[in-house]
């Protein structure tokens, strides 16, 4: 952490029904107070800013992001009692409500600020404009794996530090000792000189009358008791014994349920709707007609499944509905070239004179790369379920920004975003997908038209065919290589930037770059797909350094190695990818290996893909990943998190396809648009590397190289360069 980090704003804390609140404040003042009465459920419990200590010496860490089996709710729960010294097996967490004062500053602050280290003067204004910022844009999202390098150091840990400080205070002045005698372990403090020592709980109302230091010290790596463990996750027992709450689980009494068909080509409106059909079908309710799409409402799901497929609603006619997957890469294509004809390019990386270098060079290398449109697929498919009455609204819903969600919510309705609550469940799969909000809008929509609960589920074709997507790409490449094959130039054109902005920069040596980009818009809807911008990038750039490494005839770990000595953490993860795989071993024929290594969200993986193409069939056998994200909080979680984004990073290399025909999405469910299942799973080996560098994200980072890996392993295997992903189950498929 940076050292403005530490000296974030700490409150002094209040004590109500029974437990002790501790809050963070980004100005003087009491931040708990402002929340108290939303979250006050009676004396055996009231949720505050971010901790609670119960009479019964239970902590409970109020943690402001979604759980989508990330596991963030346990590591800044970590994160937090870890620098309180607290007894782990007395710990809770809550999710925060979807309330202002919940808005994620420590997120914008970490992205906007980074490791800026500003004068302690400007601390408090510096976190008050983040604060204000978050708020003013409903921003409680859980995302860009941010949760734990973010939130956790800047909010997390500085609140543990400061209430154990309270604490010790407290207890100084009730035994009457100088308060560098007393010691924090285990949810109790300790005097030794007298043998004396009390749980937390006990000094609770004198520590919640005292002010909270500023800059509480926190600890350092080697006092780590908790952190870098990995303790049972709190999500995980109620996801074995069937018992945890997602969206698709809620039940509210008097519900009833809907279901939706949008039309088929984005931005058409709805035109009739023939009800005549379903007039006698048992159980119906109602046809909700929306701008854009038709809805049913029912007893049951499948009598409004039913109800809806009879309904055969017209929609109107549009020019889009000429486009289709072939004309868009086209138009893509014909945009850049026109773009660099004149001149008229937005520049990402410039760094000496690369086009001057190419056209001096040995020689020059070329190639261009395609990627389609994604679905995100989530498991569960989407669904809301809103109660629209008496100028109010509840919704129960998995989504990654609640906060955000409430206020669209609101939006829609004409009313006060107080009157709107927002009971987020836990999320069956996000990856972007559940930050947007066109369900939630649906769902409220159709529920304002009735006086009982609606439940909205999504079909499956209506998940696939109705989306946000990560937008299809195109990259050209080329770069100036020298007398023995390394690049002194690195050219680089492609469509349509969003962000990470550093997700297209290469992270080689190489003298002379340029990067640009141009901009062709499509009707196609774009949404935060996993790992964003670097989960195109890191194809492109680690295809076109591999194929550079062979045009030069070097070994593609070695090549790397050389252009990588400036980054010692990339050098030490290609080495341990290397060894741990075994790179350069004796292969059977049809069997091969490729490597790809990319920095994304803080942190930086490299990986290798062995693999098996026989006959023609395509076989990922193993998957060796090492990872460096400064510290892994919880390993255990760290590695599932890897394995994670390199099964989903997999799935869109071998298989994921948006095709667009007629203006449509074609596929329509999991036949077509294939997930890779255990019986095709490779194995995966993880190995933390704990460099002491700041902590990165692990939800995203695990997903950029895995596409390059896998076609590097397939040229390596068969001499076969794939530069149009998916590969398909069958090569070239």
């Known amino acids: 952490m940076g050292k403005w980090t530490r000296r974030a704003f700490i409150t002094t804390g209040v004590l109500a029904g029974g437990a002790v609140v501790f809050g963070v404040a980004v100005r003087p003042g009491n931040r708990a107070k402002k929340v108290k009465d939303l979250i006050a459920k009676g004396e055996d419990t009231v949720l505050n800013i971010w901790l609670k200590l119960s009479p019964d010496n239970t902590l409970t860490a109020i943690i402001p992001h979604a759980e989508m089996g990330q596991g963030t709710h346990t590591a800044l729960a970590m994160m937090l009692a870890d620098e309180m010294d607290a007894d782990w097996s007395l710990v809770r967490m809550e999710e925060a409500p979807a309330h202002k004062e919940y808005a994620n500053y420590a997120v914008i602050q970490g992205f906007v600020a980074g490791k800026i280290d500003f004068p302690a003067f400007m601390v408090e204004t510096i976190k008050g404009s983040f604060l204000t910022i978050a708020k003013g844009m409903n921003f409680q999202i859980t995302g860009g794996s941010s949760s734990v390098c973010f939130t956790g150091n800047y909010a997390m840990r500085v609140t543990g530090a400061a209430a154990k400080s309270m604490l010790l205070e407290a207890a100084a002045n009730a035994w009457e000792v100088p308060v560098e005698e007393l010691t924090a372990k285990n949810s109790h403090i300790y005097h030794q000189a007298t043998d004396r020592s009390a749980p937390f709980a006990e000094f609770a109302q004198a520590a919640a009358e005292l002010e909270m230091p500023t800059t509480p010290k926190l600890k350092s790596t080697d006092e780590f008791t908790i952190m870098g463990t990995s303790p049972g996750r709190f999500d995980i027992p109620a996801k074995v ?397 760290f590695i599932a998190q890897m394995e994670s984004g390199i099964i989903f990073g997999l799935t869109a290399a071998m298989y994921g396809e948006i095709i667009i025909e007629n203006g449509a999405v074609k596929q329509s469910n999991f036949h077509d648009y294939q997930m890779i299942r255990m019986d095709t799973a490779p194995e995966i080996e993880t190995y933390i590397i704990n460099s002491d560098a700041p902590i990165g994200g692990a939800g995203e980072p695990g997903t950029p190289p895995i596409a390059a890996a896998l076609t590097n392993a397939i040229f390596a295997a068969t001499g076969k360069r794939i530069r149009k992903l998916p590969v398909g189950e069958e090569l070239g498929g």
């Open 241 to 637: 014994n069937g018992t945890a709450g997602f969206g698709m689980d809620v039940v509210v009494p008097g519900m009833k349920y809907a279901t939706v068909k949008a039309a088929p080509v984005f931005g058409a409106r709805l035109t009739s709707v023939d009800e005549s059909a379903i007039t006698d079908m048992k159980g119906v309710d109602r046809v909700v007609k929306l701008e854009n799409a038709v809805a049913v409402i029912a007893d049951g799901f499948w009598q409004a499944k039913q109800a809806l497929a009879a309904l055969n609603p017209e929609f109107e006619t549009t020019e889009k509905q000429s486009l289709n997957s072939e004309s868009i890469f086209q138009q893509f294509s014909n945009q850049i070239e026109k773009a660099i004809s004149e001149d008229d390019l937005e520049t990402e990386v410039e760094k000496g004179n690369a086009p001057q270098s190419i056209s001096e060079a040995n020689s020059v290398f070329e190639a261009e790369y395609q990627l389609p449109y994604l679905a995100h697929a989530t498991m569960e498919p989407m669904n809301c379920t809103a109660w629209v009455r008496d100028g109010k609204c509840d919704v129960w819903i998995g989504c990654q920004n609640p906060l955000g969600f409430r206020d669209t919510v609101a939006e829609v309705l004409g009313i006060e975003p107080e009157m709107v609550t927002i009971h987020n469940q836990y999320l069956g799969g996000g990856f972007g997908r559940r930050s947007d909000t066109d369900v939630v809008k649906q769902a409220v929509n159709i529920a304002r038209e009735v006086d009982f609960p609606v439940k909205l589920i999504w079909s499956r074709e209506e998940d696939i065919q109705q989306g946000t997507y990560r937008e299809a790409n195109v990259s050209k490449f080329k770069a100036g290589l020298d007398e023995n094959g390394f690049p002194v130039a690195w050219v680089n054109y492609f469509v349509d930037k969003h962000h990470p902005p550093a997700a297209s920069h290469p992270p080689y040596q190489i003298d002379n770059q340029l990067v640009q980009y141009t901009t062709s818009p499509t009707h196609i809807p774009w949404g935060n797909w996993r790992s964003v911008d670097h989960s195109m990038h890191g194809f492109f750039i680690e295809s076109f350094i591999d194929e550079l490494a062979h045009q030069a005839k070097k070994d593609p770990y070695q090549y790397r190695r050389e252009l990588l000595a400036h980054q010692p953490r990339m050098v030490k993860l290609l080495d341990t990818v290397a060894e741990k795989s075994g790179w350069g071993k004796e292969l059977p024929k049809g069997h091969g290996q490729g490597i790809a290594i990319h920095e994304s969200f803080g942190s930086m993986v490299a990986e290798v893909a062995e693999v098996a193409v026989i006959d023609g069939k395509l076989k990922v056998l193993k998957v060796y990943c090492a990872a460096d994200a400064g510290m892994a909080i919880h390993p255990d979680g």
